[in-house]
């Protein structure tokens, strides 16, 4: 019941009741998919999906890798022609299979191959991260970034930062498909 | 009814005149106006140096007061009231602000009621034909300088009229039958709002006005603001000793000119109340062939 | 309600008109149903049938999204719309999923809408626009507003009584009594709601934002999400559902309404309407139908926090 | 002249800069020092410092020095300024704002504008309505030049422009209580 | 299922070193629908391409990944490897297992594990692909210039020495545009006419070149390679072909009318040609002001025609033809001082622009390049120039820098002095901005040899009394007001875009920003492209621009047509954009975020319920699209798919990612 409803209901109906709160984040189910992220010597390592435009951010990383920066092997990169490209559903996907994060980047706005693509991707992302928010999603969790092809630094910082943040969180069950 | 008069304090002591001619010209005309009961002071020109909420509460209980009365206008002679009684009003379309004014004032507030300048009345609501079929006496050859002072025209958000060169007046006075001078002093301040704190300063501005208004080759000055006037009149002696010149420039407020056009006695519309003896300029004006 | 009884009559006999002179192939609106607190929808390809039409507080539904059954038709249908219907069909004209050739909207004045109970709806005493947006034809003297703007026509003072629009400025109240939350509550207390989710699609079926010709919820196709009613399939559903009608959920209630299983929906769709605004300026969907929704544009300078 | 320890006062005005803003909605970042406010200004020749260096002393941090200045009371509230500026400063908002200030500080120097405000609205505040000869009658008291403006009182008594009695609107009260609310939103008590 | 194979390259050590090669090719080859894995030490070499080749044929592979280095670096490679071997390149999908893996992680244990997903991501992938096809798009070898300023001209004569036929429009009846009314040009101070006439003449006599004056576009339909442009031809009502411009016709003309050449400081007949040096140099009647068109009363020219080259009846004439580019050089006009209150209004005889001056400079100008102030006549001895007028002002809505301003008010001062050496020019700057070959040294002679006296601030107010006018302004170095009684004014007017820009852009389908300034495809590396593909911008309708500028960009401009002339047609992008028109409910949502307009909703005939429907889809110009996938994400239905960069494609990018 909430604010809207036009069915009866006191509107206490609308809080979250009482027995919830407090109570720790819903237990993995026993059908859990197995935690993507894996044990190195017994240790959980959070694993991150990342979607790369191919002009700025994925070339950011080849530079990154020209000039021999090490980051943590933490994320995965998925290549896509513009941030703009980028569906949430593909956001919310990772999540249910199993990404501990994810990391949406582009070209610096006003720099776009395409030329307006990543203002779309801005105003779609600030929504879909603050609304992810208000469902309890941590919002280390999703994260966008404007990465350049020549901010190899910056790639770098990036992925190290998003790894080490999403560590302490442990493993995002939340949303994770259930194995059939 | 349509407007609700507010003539603010000065129309019953320094603006007298202006208070008199309007009333006469107002009931002359035969409009939809009245004043609306128990207005209060608008806090010019002093709340705004104060709290900038105060500076808008006070006006706004005359907007509630009018909107509660039955009006969809507030008609406002006065140049100083008209400038805070619009920024009250341009701030009670901030639906959060007109929130915090209704706290204040402990009355209910639509927004929608609107604020007009006497001036701007007189020119955009009554028709060229039924104000030309009123005039008895035209003021033909008189040079008028139309000094509308800053209140009126300034800042934008309050403006009635352009802020540099507005042309109401000029317009009015036209139909009139008078001949509007060009110059460049129509809306620089006379500072009006200093005479009682730094009379010195203040008799300097009045002093570059007139001196300007003469330069042009005007006979007079007309304005729509009891401060105005009331500093151009009253220190006009000041100011020429200031200048080492005369002047002897009548100071009238549009409603004394109209009043006169349309054939009202002199002393109805207070011309026999100036400090600068304005009733003969007028006397000497060709009187038109009856008939 | 007594203040309707002309406008009942008045309905009747346009509709009767209409359909007489063939001006449109048929008339949507409501009917009294089987207990005198359930108005429901109603329509109509004859004339005859006029006599049926009803309006009056429990005249809940919004009709617009059955609009959508005669897109691609190229008669005029005949609707009456309250305010918070007529942005229904904004939203339809804009999505071009109709033209305005296709429909003659009649707005109507709307007293609040009431519950079995006789209490105002909570959307009708949060309501920002209860007069139509847009209206081919007015009756009871309503006033069309593209403005937020109090109750006009014959039932102005009755709505005015019970509180139309009172509590307009809380409407994000519940938005905001959640994100007060931390983060463990939020996300208990929404998979709480997710889990009721039986994938019925009656949220998405009476949305005249949901206009698709082909859902992707029912497609398997693509296979965006399977359509058992897990826990993580309905919050693909649930999210995937708001960010489609972000910027373009006209606020009707509609959604929550039917829910069989009482899913707080408006809550998401308020929280996403109040970051717009926030993030990217006023903005009311199904308004000005002139005006791109606001993710299908931007502004260079848009806030930025992805540096 | 000394000089500006200009890393030590930016520093230590921030705080005075984001009050502009937030309270008043004054930027003065945006300010470029084109002077056109300045060059306008009636009343310039009465100030020590121009509007435009007075914006300019903001910026640098120097706001002691603006406070206390004569300049911000010489300001005629004229509004030319504003509407002429290039960068929409709205320098006679800022002026206005400094005045507040400077009362809220302590700082006024020019006692007699003070008086004058505070009879202003004193009379305001008990009849709804401003008696004029009351108020100058007491600020010439106040301020020790008793027979200010006196020359005029005659001609203007004879005009029928001075009533020695206040008029009340019907309802004071009403008018007592929003100065009182607004103090009360101030968090002040009188 | 598809037969895919894995290529694992070592890239000599530099992906070996870090990642087990032999393990990922082993990992691969295990996965369902791989039919053959191999590892090879340089996969883009000449023995590692054949050894792909000959494994597509042995197995008879569908498709195949390559794990290697980045594809910004090889995928070209691959796909022509594949292309060799009879598979479509389409089919084949590289992933990065060096710049994103070897090269950046030292751990050899992490790193194949790594190489291993990256791996599985791209098989995941390349079995969702489909094989894809570049449309081609014909290319018409014609360009059109809209605009024959100096842009435009340079534009056209570039265009037309490589070769190519070319259109030169302009909506004046004359070439030249701004730079014919200018006097002298900095920094050099050669007169204008001089070097310009040369290339007016020079554009018109090209054999490639077509000139259309009197002539406005009024629309545009088509795309890169074919524009259909229709085109008004106004009338003239003299007939060109007749018409020796012997100029008889002018000198009898009874009817005077402000000259728009001379900015109404001068008088110009009915029929006329707007200055002496026109291009063509024949005239046109205007007919609004002609006795004969509005009275039926006079044709004092008809009769004195020798050529009988006057027709009264002429009539507007619309045609429309094809060209393969359009460069735009539609350049700018002065900003309109009446929004300057403060200063006048425009109402003040003796407070007058920038160009006033130059055509008062101008010896073939309305005064004969006397030096005469409108008012009166008379030899104005104080000069007041003041800047950024309509430029840097955010509250008269131009926040923008003018860029001309400075030079041109330093070079006018120069000219004055020159020409009233007893004059003295006062100018008021915020900033005086002389970046540009040779301009800070010429500033520095306006103050130190011409006398300029440079005072910082902006001016508050003019005011005219008696026949003085009253300066007042801000010097803001000496922190006082200052007053100047001048005798004439110049406000340096900054460029606005053309009144009508908005309305050509649209017409154009280019982009344009708050002001109406054409928008260039990239700030840096685009400067001349629009995001349309085929139409180049030149000139000062990018944004304000001084002549050297405006020639290099028009070259530039001309440059970018030129190489699209060159080809007989165009290969498009074939990862583009699809509509699965079944699906689409034609709302447009991906219409309008379409940055290359390529998408247009178009009726579709279907059979619904038996009846024929028609209903509304989107539709791709398989020409227009570059494949950013912005409309993918719009489609709330998703209608709308992307080939290469397919929902399916990613989507199981993703799961094979995370379904380890």
Not at chain 1, 34 to 61: L, M, S
Not at chain 2, 180 to 205: A, F, I, N
Not at chain 5, 346 to 363: C, F, Q, S, W
Request: glycine share 8%.
């Amino acid at each position: 019941m909430s604010a809207l409803s036009p069915k009866s209901g006191s509107p206490a109906d609308c809080a979250v009741t009482e027995g919830h709160v407090g109570l720790p984040v819903l237990d993995p189910p026993p059908t859990a998919a197995p935690d993507t992220g894996k044990t190195k010597n017994g240790e959980w390592q959070p694993y991150i999906v990342g979607f790369a435009c191919n002009w700025c951010t994925y070339a950011g990383a080849d530079l990154a890798g020209l000039s021999r920066m090490q980051y943590p092997p933490n994320m995965r990169l998925v290549r896509v022609p513009c941030s703009g490209r980028v569906n949430p559903q593909f956001v919310l996907r990772a999540f249910q299979k199993g990404a501990d994060a994810v990391l949406v980047a582009g070209c610096h706005p006003g720099d776009c191959h395409y030329g307006t693509g990543n203002y779309f991707t801005r105003r779609r992302f600030l929504l879909m991260q603050r609304l992810l928010t208000f469902m309890g999603v941590d919002p280390r969790r999703f994260q966008a970034r404007w990465i350049s092809g020549s901010e190899a630094p910056k790639f770098r910082d990036v992925v190290t930062e998003l790894t080490e943040q999403v560590r302490p969180l442990g493993p995002n069950r939340l949303w994770r498909e259930v194995e059939p | 009814m349509r407007y609700g008069y507010y003539p603010g304090c000065s129309l019953t002591g320094t603006g007298i005149e202006y208070g008199l001619s309007a009333d006469a010209v107002i009931r002359h005309l035969n409009m939809d106006m009245k004043e609306i009961r128990d207005w209060n002071c608008c806090g010019a020109s002093s709340a705004h140096n104060h709290d900038p909420l105060l500076s808008i509460a006070l006006p706004a209980r005359n907007l509630a007061l009018a909107e509660q009365q039955g009006f969809r206008e507030v008609a406002v002679p006065c140049a100083a009231c008209y400038q805070r009684i619009k920024a009250a009003e341009v701030a009670a379309r901030d639906p959060l602000k007109r929130r915090e004014m209704e706290e204040v004032i402990e009355e209910e507030l639509s927004g929608a009621i609107v604020a007009r300048s006497l001036l701007e009345i007189m020119v955009h609501d009554i028709d060229d034909s039924a104000l030309a079929a009123q005039i008895r006496r035209p003021l033909q050859g008189l040079k008028v300088a139309c000094y509308y002072g800053c209140l009126l025209v300034k800042p934008r958000a309050i403006a009635m009229d352009e802020a540099e060169n507005p042309m109401t007046m000029d317009h009015l006075m036209e139909r009139l039958g008078a001949t509007p001078v060009e110059w460049g002093y129509k809306t620089e301040c006379c500072g009006g709002s200093l005479t009682l704190t730094r009379p010195d300063t203040g008799v300097q501005m009045t002093a570059e006005v007139l001196k300007y208004a003469k330069l042009a080759g005007a006979d007079c000055v007309v304005t729509p603001c009891p401060l105005c006037t009331s500093n151009l009149d009253m220190r006009q002696g000041t100011a020429e000793k200031k200048l080492g010149r005369s002047l002897g420039l009548p100071i009238y407020y549009f409603t004394e000119l109209m009043g006169f056009a349309f054939g009202l006695p002199m002393k109805t519309l207070g011309l026999d109340r100036h400090f600068v003896e304005a009733t003969g300029l007028l006397q000497s004006l060709p009187v038109p062939a009856s008939g | 309600m007594k203040e309707l009884h002309n406008v009942n009559v008045a309905m009747r006999t346009l509709a009767r008109e209409l359909l007489e002179s063939g001006t449109v192939a048929g008339v949507y609106g409501w009917k009294k149903g089987s207990r005198p607190t359930l108005t429901s929808p109603l329509y109509i390809q004859d004339a005859a049938k006029a006599d049926r039409l009803a309006y009056d507080q429990y005249a809940v539904s919004n009709l617009s999204a059955l609009l959508l059954d005669h897109r691609n038709n190229d008669k005029k249908r005949a609707i009456f719309v309250k305010g918070c219907d007529s942005r229904g069909v904004v939203r339809l004209l804009q999505d071009q999923q109709i033209t305005p050739e296709q429909v003659l909207v009649i707005g109507l004045p709307c007293p609040g809408m009431v519950d079995e109970a006789g209490s105002l709806l909570t959307k009708c005493a949060e309501c920002r626009f209860p007069n139509p947006v847009m209206a081919d034809q007015v009756l009871g003297g309503v006033e069309v507003s593209k403005q937020p703007s109090a109750p006009t026509g014959v039932t102005a003072e009755a709505a005015r009584k019970v509180g139309v629009g009172s509590r307009a400025g809380e409407r994000m109240a519940q938005v905001a009594q959640l994100e007060g939350k931390t983060a463990a509550e939020k996300e208990a207390y929404w998979a709480e709601q997710h889990d009721k989710c039986i994938r019925c699609y009656a949220c998405r079926n009476v949305c005249p934002a949901c206009n698709c010709r082909d859902c992707i919820f029912d497609t398997e196709k693509k296979g965006w999400v399977s359509k058992a009613a897990t826990s993580s399939a309905n919050a693909f559903f649930a999210i995937t559902r708001a960010m489609h009608v972000a910027g373009r959920c006209v606020d009707c209630g509609e959604c929550e309404r039917v829910c069989p299983m009482d899913i707080p929906i408006m809550t998401v769709n308020r929280k996403l309407q109040q970051d717009i605004e926030a993030l990217f300026g006023p903005y009311d969907a199904g308004v000005d139908e002139t005006v791109v929704p606001p993710l299908g544009r931007y502004q260079t300078d848009d806030p930025e926090e992805f540096l | 002249m000394g000089t500006v320890m200009v890393s030590t006062t930016v520093d230590n005005s921030e705080d005075f800069r984001r009050r502009l803003k937030e309270v008043y909605g004054i930027d003065t970042a945006l300010c470029y020092q084109c002077g056109k406010c300045a060059a306008g200004c009636p009343t310039a020749f009465a100030m020590e410092n121009t509007v435009r260096q007075l914006i300019r002393m903001i910026q640098m941090g120097l706001i002691r020095e603006v406070l206390s200045s004569y300049s911000i009371w010489a300001c005629a509230a004229c509004e030319t300024c504003s509407v002429r500026c290039p960068r929409e400063v709205e320098p006679a908002r800022l002026m206005e704002s400094l005045r507040i200030e400077a009362q809220r500080a302590g700082l006024v120097s020019d006692k007699t504008s003070k008086t004058f405000h505070d009879l202003f609205l004193q009379s305001v505040e008990d009849h709804g309505l401003l008696h004029e000869v009351g108020m100058m009658a007491r600020l010439n008291v106040l301020t020790g030049n008793l027979f200010s403006n006196a020359e005029f009182g005659p001609a203007m008594l004879a005009q029928g422009k001075l009533h020695f009695l206040p008029k009340k609107i019907e309802n004071p009260e009403a008018v007592a209580r929003i100065f009182a609310n607004v103090r009360k939103k101030r968090g002040e008590i009188k | 299922m598809k037969r895919i194979g894995v290529f694992v390259c070592h890239c000599g050590s530099n992906i070996a070193h870090t990642v087990d090669c032999k393990q990922v090719a082993d990992e691969a080859a295990a996965m369902p629908g791989v039919v053959h894995a191999q590892e090879y030490k340089y996969m883009c070499s000449e023995p590692g391409q054949v050894l792909i080749q000959e494994a597509v044929k042995e197995h008879n592979l569908d498709g195949y990944v390559v794990t290697a280095c980045s594809p910004r670096m090889h995928e070209t490679t691959f796909r022509k490897c594949a292309g060799r071997c009879g598979l479509n390149p389409y089919m084949v999908e590289q992933v990065n297992i060096r710049e994103h893996c070897s090269w950046v992680h030292a751990d050899k244990e992490a790193g194949t594990e790594k190489a291993i997903d990256l791996m599985r991501m791209g098989v995941a992938k390349v079995l969702k692909n489909e094989p894809l096809k570049a449309a081609t798009i014909p290319m018409t070898k014609r360009a059109l210039v809209i605009g024959a300023g100096i842009a435009g001209i340079q534009a056209a004569l570039d265009i037309a020495d490589n070769g190519f036929p070319v259109t030169l429009l302009d909506r004046e009846h004359s070439i030249g545009g701004r730079m014919a009314q200018i006097d002298k040009t900095f920094p050099t101070l050669d007169c204008s006419a001089c070097i310009l006439t040369p290339k007016m003449v020079e554009v018109a006599q090209h054999p490639n070149v077509e000139l259309m004056t009197y002539a406005e576009v009024e629309s545009v339909g088509g795309f890169i390679g074919s524009f259909d442009v229709t085109i008004r031809k106004k009338a003239r009502y003299v007939d060109t072909k007749r018409c020796t411009g012997c100029g008889a016709c002018i000198q009898k003309c009874p009817s005077k009318v402000p000259s728009e050449f001379e900015m109404e400081m001068g008088p110009r007949k009915s029929i006329y040609v707007p200055f002496p040096q026109a291009v063509p140099n024949k005239p046109v009647i205007d007919a609004p002001h002609c006795r004969y068109l509005q009275t039926g009363k006079c044709g004092i020219c008809k009769k004195i025609c020798p050529t009988d080259a006057i027709r009264f009846d002429d009539q507007d004439e619309v045609v429309t033809e094809r060209f393969g580019t359009i460069v735009v050089a539609t350049g700018y006009q002065q900003f309109d001082i009446s929004a300057y209150e403060e200063y006048g209004g425009g109402r003040i005889p003796d407070v007058i622009t920038g160009m006033h001056l130059e055509r008062l400079l101008n010896a073939s100008g309305p005064t004969s390049g006397k030096i005469k102030r409108p008012s009166d006549g008379k030899e104005p001895k104080n000069i007041v120039f003041i800047k950024c007028v309509g430029s840097r002002d955010e509250a008269k809505n131009r926040p923008y820098c003018s860029k001309t301003c400075c030079m041109y008010v330093a070079k006018q001062a120069t000219l004055l002095k020159e020409k009233l050496p007893a004059s003295k020019s006062y100018i008021f700057y915020m900033d005086v901005r002389t970046g540009g070959k040779n301009y800070e040294e010429f500033y520095r002679r306006t103050q130190v040899d011409y006398d300029g006296h440079y005072i910082r601030g902006r001016v508050s107010k003019i005011f005219q009394v008696g026949d003085r006018l009253i300066v007042r302004g801000d010097d803001s170095l000496l922190g006082r007001p200052v007053e100047i009684e001048a005798d004439l004014v110049v406000l340096a007017a900054g460029m606005d875009p053309q009144h009508d820009a908005r309305e050509l852009a649209r017409t154009l389908g280019i982009a344009y920003d708050a002001h109406g300034w054409y928008t260039e495809a990239h700030p840096k590396l685009k400067p001349v492209e629009t995001q349309t593909g085929g139409i180049f911008l030149a000139g000062a309708c990018q944004g304000p621009k001084d002549i050297p500028d405006s020639v290099a960009q028009g070259s530039a401009a001309a440059v970018k047509a030129s190489a699209l002339l060159t080809k007989t047609e165009l290969t498009g992008e074939p990862m583009i954009a699809q509509c699965n028109e079944a699906m689409c409910s034609g709302c447009g949502l991906c219409v309008t975020i379409c940055p290359y307009k390529a998408i247009t909703r178009q009726p579709k005939q279907e059979r619904i319920h038996g009846k024929m429907r028609e209903r509304m889809v989107s539709t791709i110009n398989s020409g227009l699209c570059q494949g950013c996938g912005a409309c993918t994400v719009a489609c709330p239905s998703s209608a709308m798919n992307m080939g290469g960069f397919s929902d399916e494609q990613i989507m199981a990018e993703v799961d094979a990612l995370c379904q380890r």
